[in-house]
Nanobody
Framework: QLQLVESGGGLVQPGGSLTLSCAAS????????IGWFRQAPGKEREGVSC????????YYKDSVKGRFTISRDNAKNTVYLQMNSLKPEDTAVYYC?????????????????WGQGTQVTVSS
């Protein structure tokens, strides 16, 4: 059974940092394109950062460029999202997802496997 489990969310003050983790079981992540998405209350789910199967051409949403970094540790079968200089507008539920596509995509419809999400709240 394919499963993705996110962790690392929480409450952080503006300007702070968090690292989200996404551990996979039942399949090997390095054969998949990976994406981090988020959904704030009343808003649509949006792609935050995505990376191809071979970790080429990472995509970052404009509002997170220079602040967020996507990476993966194939030995641990885990993907990470390092988030620095967090802002209140980063508050959302963050999801990781895996796509069988070989290329970088941040289109949610191209992702078949999703985690349950982890809440990130940026507030003073």
């Amino acid at each position: 059974q394919l499963q993705l489990v996110e962790s690392g969310g929480g409450l952080v003050q503006p300007g702070g940092s968090l690292t989200l983790s996404c551990a996979a079981s039942g399949f090997t992540l390095d054969y998949y394109a990976i994406g981090w998405f988020r959904q704030a209350p009343g808003k649509e789910r949006e792609g935050v950062s995505c990376i191809s199967r071979r970790d080429a051409n990472p995509y970052y949403k404009d509002s997170v460029k220079g602040r967020f970094t996507i990476s993966r540790d194939n030995a641990k079968n885990t993907v990470y999202l390092q988030m620095n200089s967090l802002k209140p507008e980063d508050t959302a539920v963050y999801y990781c997802a895996a796509s069988g596509r070989w290329y970088t995509t941040c289109q949610a419809y191209e992702y078949a496997s999703w985690g349950q999400g982890t809440q990130v709240t940026v507030s003073s």
